[in-house]
């Protein structure tokens, strides 16, 4: 049988001792889980983010490529100029056609 | 083993856990406070992982050493190996009640053997797992121990008696 007695006192003071030291409280852990709201999250921000990303097609407005200028004489028989811009020439009139008809 | 079962194993082992965290720190209270809470971390986030139920003290006491000697390596405080198992003479006066500071002149083995087996009631085959070393092993650092331990309480004692 081993002789631990002195042992055995010095351990039972030293725990009554400890009895005075404060246990701090249990923590309450919280563990870094997996969640579904995080890839669900990305997923949903990567979507939105591909929606505004592409650029709305800009509709160019095509270039004007004829511009009708007229000679117009008004009451007081004075002549003024009139310029337009179009796409398109629903009358066409022959730069020469007056001169058919005036000479 | 599910996360409700641990938290009773923990909660049921919490005192003995962080008496056990505060001598593996060398009677540090902040340090232990901060390696208890690293290993009930590394327990719940499921990098330790628990067995054999009936092993739950040894396991939590192996982890919470070896968060320990983590913790004290980041600080710097690295002993060396023939520190460790050289014992630490008493050379200044030390007080009789003063449990820790006698314990503290153990070499580290031993005195981590002692308090398992005398504080912490455990055998020496336990002590010798958490340890991770041989029972043989162990029961040498058992019996050293509890020689060097005797003869420092008898120092201390007529110490005492002289200086009175």
Known sequence: MENNEQLERFFDQMKKQDEQIEIPAFPEVKIRKFSFWIPAGIAASMGFAFLFMQEPATVESAPPEIVIITLQEDENQNQHFTIEETTFLDTWESPTASLLTDY | ?164
């Open chain 2, 1 to 164: 083993m599910n996360r409700n079962q641990l938290d009773h194993i923990l909660k049921a082992h919490h005192r003995d856990a962080y008496l056990w965290a505060r001598q593996c720190c060398s009677f540090e209270d902040e340090m232990a406070k901060d390696v208890l809470q690293q290993a009930y971390l590394k327990i719940l986030e499921g990098q330790a992982k628990l067995k054999d139920a009936s092993k739950a003290k040894t396991w939590l006491f192996s982890i919470i050493r070896y968060t320990a000697i983590d913790e004290i390596r980041k600080a710097g405080k690295v002993v060396s190996l023939s520190d460790s198992y050289d014992p630490v003479e008493l050379t200044e006066e030390v007080d009789s009640t003063d449990y820790e500071e006698i314990i503290k002149h153990l070499p580290e083995m031993q005195r981590e053997v002692i308090l398992m087996v005398f504080y912490h009631q455990m055998t020496i085959a336990q002590s010798a797992e958490i340890l991770q070393i041989g029972l043989g092993t162990a029961r040498t650092h058992y019996d050293r121990g509890k020689k060097r331990l005797k003869e420092l309480i008898t120092k201390v004692q007529i110490q005492e008696e002289y200086g009175k």
